[in-house]
């Protein structure tokens, strides 16, 4: 391998380590995916009616022009609108945590969809800013590593169906659980009570077989034919 190409390795490799350690190092990092989701969520149900893309930009032979005309719903020009600017929106949001609490989350402290902040705790003003910065930065990183899905769920509608929340936090992305551990925890409990008692039923079920018929072997027996000639056991 030429030196050139090693270096060039080693800054992808790099660059690869460094997005993904955004995406880790964010404090409360299912809130920050729902506070991205809220955000995309909020542009397209903002979203005005739009005209067919008209990709006819060529002319045949005779001038008419031809190529194709699709939905604006399904065009990439959509995926690119709706997400070109989309984590500057992230200066809205906040680190907070519940009055007498340490548990933290995001909130949107400002802007349209803002929530009240009177029953949270929150940071010093340039505390808040950086923080809020470091949102931004993870959004980029997000929006960056999973363009291609963040595309596909725009032009090909689960965002419009399904929500963006469920499909991005906890489908292409996954920092939210999709059950509760209590929840869980409850679930494994119940399926070891079903194994036990099939295994109980399995091993009830092999007692209550008859027993097999025993063989009996009788040493040094002589059977003498009778009259006819016939032998009778």
Not at 75 to 95: I, K
Not at 123 to 137: C, F, G, I
Request: aromatic share 4%; charged share 30%; net charge negative.
């Amino acid at each position: 391998m030429r030196p050139l190409s090693i270096i060039v390795l080693v800054l992808a490799l790099a660059l690869g380590a460094s997005a993904g350690g955004v995406l880790k190092k964010i404090e409360a990092p299912c809130t920050a995916c729902k506070a991205v989701a809220a955000e995309l969520q909020r542009r397209i149900e903002k979203e005005p009616v739009r005209n067919h893309v008209d990709l006819r930009h060529r002319l045949d032979k005779d001038g008419k022009r031809y190529g194709k005309i699709i939905s604006y719903q399904s065009s990439e020009l959509r995926a690119v609108e709706l997400l070109d600017g989309l984590c500057g929106s992230m200066r809205d949001y906040g680190l907070v945590s519940p009055q007498g609490k340490k548990t933290k989350y995001w909130l949107k402290v400002k802007g349209e969809g803002s929530k009240s902040t009177d029953n949270v705790t929150r940071y010093s003003r340039d505390e808040e800013d950086a923080r809020s910065k470091r949102l931004e930065a993870y959004c980029g990183t997000l929006v960056e590593e999973f363009e291609e899905e963040l595309y596909e769920g725009i032009m090909k509608g689960g965002f419009d169906t399904q929500g963006v929340e469920p499909v991005l936090c906890r489908g292409i992305i996954t920092p939210c659980p999709v059950v509760a551990l209590g929840e869980a925890g409850a679930a494994d409990g119940t399926a070891q009570e079903q194994g036990e008692a099939v295994e109980d039923d399995g091993s009830e079920a092999d007692q209550s077989e008859p027993p097999e018929s025993e063989t009996r072997y009788i040493e040094n027996m002589t059977i003498e034919p009778g009259p006819d000639g016939k032998i009778e056991l």
